[in-house]
């Protein structure tokens, strides 16, 4: 993702003109004119797409991952995010009791080298004598981000660090946003912890509360320390530590590939604030964390290069590794210097890739995958094109890379759609990889139905250019609410709710184009501009039967009215199944092209399914305003001419 400083990105704002780019076959039509569709099925006019067509980006952006996508339920927990310098804020802990009774500082006691950061807590009170501690005791706690979602009959797993020179007598508690409800609760009492001690317990939610917090109190006298305090929930997606109701949403659009971690998040504003993979690898108490300057938040890098490699595996996606070539948003380093991050690059190749005995193989190894993770893919850098040393840079990693790993797929930032790359490449940006498209501006708002029609009639192009076009993808992917970055987005979420913008739901019309066979489609009219189309056969892999699937969708672009168009569909070369009992139509649309979806409306623009009574291959359809409609047929054969295909057809 690119921030204000690189709008380049932004591939898509307006509707108009770009089925003149990618050669989108559309003619306008007026209001209740008849439009037709013919599709040529024969194998001659037939072409297969690429089988990672259409996937995910994800980027460290709007707390997609550090209180997002990754579980974790402590927001700070190793007290780094207020800096190395003394006294730092602790945000968001915060203390309970007042300064009579308690006083909390940080210092560089840690026992964890790349974070040295720790917290000291001195309580005054006592549970005898003069200054007796609050019935509830007296200590820190902790409200997540932005809160925390606790449920009823689920168990959350505590790890904390803990060192003090007096036994300890703790009690650590799941409540309420105000302290006054327990949801769950345990005691720590430890005689012996005058070095780091790790401690472990399992707290068993009571009840349910969407607003909680985490609370760590005692009423005896002394001085503690903690550091890295981490609560997570025990059933993330196979126990990875991915979010369920998250991972579900991205897992539901079958991703061709996943691209990550950036975006602008790789670069840094500044290179030292840059993400950089071996900081992010290893047991998760030990990794530094980093603040992420562009978009100025810290991440603990729970989410790091191995949970990443792992999501991909776990969606059953192709990884697309992007990374840091030297260059940040405002310093380079020189390519006469470049040898040492090379070098990064590759040691990070070889976790991914490497042998389990090998130098860095070993090390995800020892993180429980010994099995190589499938990386084929890497870009050199994130929209860096055109700055002082990116050419010089590129060349240095790509030669190593090649060497090293010939059947690697390297990505460069450059665009050569216009004029030849004056380098090596196996794609390119933006045009044979479109890695970051949606509509942005001041008229797609939190994520309007117009927005979603215009990016489905640019998905529609990629599609007819499919053969120029290798991969495309939507950004940004994910947006916490509480924490917007950028507008608009995919998936919304906070800390118990999450929904699908409409942008997020038209991507599940292009689910099946990934290895598809594009067939030859026609519009017909008598006029020229505003309908859309495509068509695709595919085999659905659960029934293993061939469907053909005509999708489309209709925006009035000159009338944004209640009008309907309807369209004769004429299909050549292909015999459709005269049963048809599973022939469908699904349509998105909504009362006004300006519909959003939100918390309290989660499905107002959402896909409608209903059946389709007597299809055939010469038939008559009518299509919604401002409205992506998918009919699926079934053919009369079961064995399909290549390997999956789906029919598809489309009308803005």
């Known amino acids: 993702m690119g921030s204000s400083k690189a709008p380049c990105n932004v591939l898509l704002v307006f509707v108009f003109g770009l089925c003149t780019l990618y050669r989108c076959s559309a003619v306008e039509v007026d209001a ?8 040529n099925a024969s194998e001659a006019s037939a072409r297969k797409m690429p089988k990672h067509l259409f996937g995910l980006f994800f980027e460290e952006i709007n707390h997609a991952g550090a209180g997002g996508l990754w579980a974790e339920l402590v927001m700070n927990r190793g007290f780094e995010s207020g800096g190395r310098i003394l006294p730092s804020s602790i945000a968001p802990w915060s203390t309970l009791g007042d300064e009579s009774s308690i006083s909390v500082s940080t210092d560089f006691s840690s026992s964890f080298e790349r974070n040295k950061v720790a917290l000291r807590m001195e309580v005054l009170c006592d549970s005898k004598g003069t200054n007796i501690c609050p019935a509830g005791g007296v200590g820190v706690y902790n409200p997540g981000f932005w809160s925390m979602n606790i449920e009823q009959g689920k168990t959350y797993k505590l790890v904390l660090y803990i060192r003090s020179l007096e036994p300890v007598n703790l009690l650590v508690s799941l409540t309420d946003s105000h302290g006054l409800q327990t949801l769950s609760n345990v005691s720590i009492m430890a005689d012996d912890v005058l070095k780091w001690t790790k401690v ?10 969407h607003n909680s917090r985490l609370q760590l109190t005692t009423t005896r006298k002394g001085v503690i320390w903690f550091d890295q305090v981490s609560l997570m929930p025990l059933d993330t997606y196979k126990g990875h530590g991915f979010r369920n ?7 539901d659009l079958k991703p061709g590939f996943l691209r990550f971690p950036g975006g602008c998040f790789v670069e840094g504003d500044w290179l030292r604030n840059a993400f950089r993979w071996k900081e992010t690898i290893g047991p998760w108490e030990e990794r530094p964390g980093h603040f992420g300057d562009v978009w100025n938040y810290w991440t603990d890098d729970g989410l790091g290069h191995f949970e990443f490699l792992q999501l991909a595996e776990d969606l059953g996606a192709e990884p697309i590794w992007v990374f840091n070539n030297g260059i940040s948003h405002n310093d380079e380093v020189d390519s006469s210097n470049i040898l040492p991050f090379v070098q990064e690059i590759l040691d990070g190749i070889e976790f991914a890739r490497g042998d389990p005995d090998s130098t860095w193989g070993s090390v995800r190894a020892a993180m429980g995958h010994p099995e190589p993770f499938g990386l084929r893919y890497v870009a050199i850098g994130n ?20 060497r090293a790993y010939p059947d690697i797929k390297i990505i460069s930032n ?9 380098h090596p490449a196996d794609f390119y940006e933006y045009h044979a990889f479109v890695s970051e498209y949606a509509v942005h501006g001041d008229n797609s708002g939190a994520g309007k139905l117009l927005g979603a029609l215009a990016e489905a009639s640019f998905l529609i192009g990629l599609e007819k250019n499919s053969d120029v076009v290798e991969m495309a993808s939507y950004a940004p992917l994910f947006l916490n609410i509480n924490d917007r970055k950028w507008v608009a987005d995919a998936i919304v979420f906070n800390s118990s709710q999450v929904f699908g913008t409409p942008s997020y739901w038209m991507q599940h019309f292009f689910i099946e184009s990934n290895g598809a066979i594009l067939l030859n489609s026609t519009l017909l009219a008598n006029s020229s501009a505003s309908l859309v189309a495509s068509a695709i056969t595919w085999q659905n892999l659960e029934d293993s039967k061939e469907y053909l699937r005509v999708k489309a969708r ?32 699904t349509v998105l649309a909504s009362e006004s092209f300006n519909d959003e979806n939100s918390f309290q409306e989660p499905k107002k623009v959402v896909p409608m399914k209903s059946s389709l009574d007597n299809p055939e291959a010469d038939m008559d359809v009518v299509l919604s305003p401002y409205s992506l409609t998918c009919f699926d047929l079934l053919t009369k054969s079961n064995v399909l001419r290549t390997e999956g295909a789906v029919f598809m057809s489309s009308a803005i």
């Open 414 to 422: 450059c665009d050569g759609s216009s004029h030849p790359l004056d």
């Open 554 to 585: 209709l925006l009035l672009v000159v009338n944004f009215g209640s009008n309907t168009v309807n369209l004769k569909i004429s299909i050549d070369g292909l015999e459709l199944n005269p049963t048809q009992s599973s022939a469908s139509r």
């Open 383 to 402: 929209e860096d094109c055109g700055k002082p040393n990116y050419l010089g840079n590129y060349l240095k990693f790509y030669s190593a890379i090649r």
């Open 245 to 251: 109701d998250l991972f579900k949403m991205l897992a």
């Open 200 to 209: 472990e317990a399992l707290l068993d939610a009571k009840r349910t509360n």
């Open 32 to 39: 209740d004119q008849t439009v037709w569709l013919v599709v």
